[in-house]
């Protein structure tokens, strides 16, 4: 498995591989964390659940695997978000436009229209909006990048270049793909 996985700030599931050659059991060493199955036979896939942190800073906490010969304890490191959109109303694209620099944006489903090098242009069909993603922006819901026609929703920071409004991507929640 990953030796350290980063979760968002918000209550959700992720997908997490056990690699064994054999009987394992598998448990959690904070009350936040729950995994589901507990326990297998050989690699499988188990669901990592997390709560949402409403503390003021990022928190760890451990999936101790143990069992099979090659595996004789095994931590997985989660690392949780801070949840720094907690009270931050979901606006549509159009209405993110609207927003203050320096503020915080929580943006309702959208569709990916463009994506370039740094980051990539949402729609929420009337208005469009350039998201730009960091080295610690989350893509949640969906391995590798975002394509044309995925549908998701995001948080981040607003930002201006010059008179243009744009979002500096803290985590994309992928619901779908579709056509544009």
Known sequence: AESEILVPGIASTKTVTIYADGKWEADVTDEWLSIEPRNGNGTMDITLSVAQNTDLSEREGKIVVLGASTIPQT???????????AGVSEVS?????ELAAD???KISECQVMAVTDNGFVVSDGS???FVEKTSTSLVIGKDGSLAVGDKLS???DVE????ITA?????????SASEV
């Open 154 to 156: 995001l948080t981040g």
């Open 103 to 105: 503020g915080l944006a």
């Open 160 to 163: 201006a270049f010059n008179s």
């Open 75 to 85: 931590e997985i490191t989660v690392k949780q978000r801070v949840d720094r959109f």
């Open 167 to 175: 979002i500096k991507l803290y985590d994309a929640f992928y619901s």
């Open 93 to 97: 694209v159009t209405k993110a436009l």
């Open 127 to 129: 208005s469009n909006i």
